[in-house]
């Protein structure tokens, strides 16, 4: 069988299994972490073991019983071979879009003065969704995978998703929540919020708005990740992601001892790229919001831990759709801070939503 080395599982089997019960994180630019067949899940989300364990869990890490697990079967794939594994032909569906939480958001955007003076915030992340009904077929997660695997190629985004036969996530993220490296005694992640329309493909400068918005999220970095050793902050960056652009700005964490896997979750997430700052008012914020519209696993962690690799990596689970049996549904947000605009935050989001439909190859309605 081609695709996965040293297993005795037929190929068809294989898809058939993996499309059922699966979970895709991406391991390296080329490779991808798949796991399939039964989910074994470990209630201490520390659990470690020679197996590439994953971690999916919801938002606020409330319920750990089902955020850890191993799969029965593993393999690490090249991003080509599984593409031509998936061969789950191309049935077109017409998605029926309705957005939820624009009133909430644009309420949000407009009233952020007030909310800032009154619970000390300096930047929340507000989120609407656009839903649509469907009847959960596998075939369909299948050719989302493909689209995902060629969409996302030219850009700096990495692959997640896991899924059964009722529930799922997948996306292509360029968020990473952190990547841990024994070795050098390092965690490296990036900072990364201040949002453009892109069109060309050359430096432009930072305004004053963005730029705020984009020190927060340092700031937030380095004080969660100060107790554990020397934070160093590189230079700011921009990236392109085909219609937007994003600032970044790497940071590494070189620690004073080998922090587990979940300290280091717990510490990070949620950053205020996703969440709000500073963390302690922000994640009052944060469950207020949800209580108006929950969230689900919009902007969760999403990551690995595969010892006998010595890689350890979570990502942030955005530009991505969750779905059950009769829903579909793509989230975005942004950052507000002192000075946002609600139609310029508006436009934002209508970006990233388009974003997110040309990573599926589903067809963009005015
Ligand atoms: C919240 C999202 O993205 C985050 C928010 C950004 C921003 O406000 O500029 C940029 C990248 C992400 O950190 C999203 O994609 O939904």
């Not at 899940?41 to 073991?49: C, I």
Request: aromatic share 14%; net charge negative; glycine share 6%.
């Amino acid at each position: 069988m081609a695709p996965i080395r040293n297993k005795p599982y037929p190929a068809f089997d294989m898809i058939e299994a993996f499309l059922n019960n699966g979970s895709l994180l991406q391991f390296d630019k080329k490779r991808l972490l798949i796991g399939w067949g039964e989910k074994i899940f470990r209630d201490n989300p520390s659990y470690s073991s020679e197996k590439p364990t994953f971690y999916f869990p919801d938002f606020f890490l409330e319920d750990e019983t089902k955020a850890t697990f191993n799969h029965e079967f593993n393999s690490l794939i090249e991003v080509d071979e599984l593409t031509e594994s998936l061969n789950v032909g191309s049935e077109s569906y017409d998605y029926k879009w309705e957005t939820e939480g624009e009133l909430l958001f644009k309420e949000t955007v407009d009233k952020h003065n007030e909310c800032f003076q009154t619970n000390r915030l300096k930047k929340v992340v507000p989120y609407v969704f656009e839903a649509a009904k469907w009847q959960l077929k596998k075939e369909r997660i299948g050719q989302w995978i493909r689209s995902l695997i060629k969409e996302s190629k030219p850009f700096p985004l990495s692959l997640y998703g896991t899924w059964d036969e009722h529930f799922g996530l997948l996306g292509a993220t360029p968020e990473i929540l952190f990547n841990l490296d024994e070795d050098k005694k390092e965690l490296k992640t990036i900072a990364l919020a201040g949002t453009l329309e892109s069109t060309i493909n050359e430096k432009v400068l930072i305004d004053q708005k963005t730029f705020q918005e984009h020190q927060f999220v340092i700031e937030g970095i380095r004080e969660d990740l100060s107790p554990f050793g020397k934070v160093e902050i590189g230079e700011r960056e921009q990236a392109d992601f085909g219609n937007l652009l994003h600032f970044f700005t790497p940071i590494i964490l070189k620690w004073n001892t080998f922090p587990s896997f979940f300290e280091m979750i717990r510490a990070l997430h949620p950053t205020p790229a996703l969440g709000a700052y500073p963390k302690f008012e922000g994640f009052q914020w944060l469950k207020k919001y949800n209580e108006a519209l929950p969230r689900y696993r919009f902007g969760a962690p999403a990551g690995f831990s595969f010892p006998a690799m010595n890689k350890y990596c979570c990502y942030v689970a955005i530009r991505g759709m969750q779905w059950d049996d009769k829903e579909v549904r793509i989230g975005a947000g942004c950052g507000i801070v002192k000075g946002s605009k609600r139609d310029e935050e508006w436009k934002e989001i209508k970006l990233k939503m388009s974003m997110i439909k040309k990573l599926f190859q589903i067809p963009i309605k005015p």
